[in-house]
């Protein structure tokens, strides 16, 4: 009996690990501009989804990122463990106002940090803010930047 039990108990363990390493790819998607710029943004806003974020995905379009929406503005700090993808975070405000820019090397677990109490955080991938010549400053538009009443 003790047996079967550690087996089961093995077998699971092992379905949940692999199950772990799924990138998520069906969250729900917001259209968001930068300038004359289109992204196509999943949108993690559960703490599980936020801390999932893009691990575990080996590629994505280069006009696709996803955007971490918290409850209440906060300085909000990032780490890429289990991250395949060189990403770029973009710190941003309620207004929609960039607040800075880090570049996160994959497979690290170094901190990188919004300068600002901030309640969204946009990932893109590496260089595609400084291909489209984004800065710190720069207004992004879509409904999560709509004015709060």
């Not at 087996?7 to 990138?23: E, S």
């Not at 106002?97 to 969204?120: F, G, Q, W």
Request: contains cysteine; positive net charge.
């Amino acid at each position: 009996m003790f047996q079967r039990f550690v087996v089961l108990f093995a077998f699971l363990a092992i379905c949940a690990g692999a199950h772990a390493q799924q990138p998520q790819t069906q969250l729900q998607r917001v259209k968001l501009t930068a300038g004359m710029y289109q992204i196509d943004a999943q949108v993690a806003q559960t703490p599980e989804q936020r801390q999932i974020g893009l691990m575990f995905r080996k590629e994505m379009p280069q006009t696709e990122g996803m955007i971490f929406v918290f409850e209440q503005p906060a300085t909000q700090c990032f780490w890429m463990r289990n991250t395949l993808l060189p990403l770029t975070a973009a710190f941003v405000a309620d207004d929609g106002r960039i607040v800075n820019l880090a570049d996160m090397k994959p497979m690290t677990d170094d901190s990188h940090c919004s300068e600002e109490p901030v309640r969204y955080v946009l990932e893109m991938n590496q260089g595609w803010f400084a291909q489209k010549n984004i800065k710190k400053g720069t207004k992004l538009g879509g409904t999560p930047f709509v004015a709060k009443r």
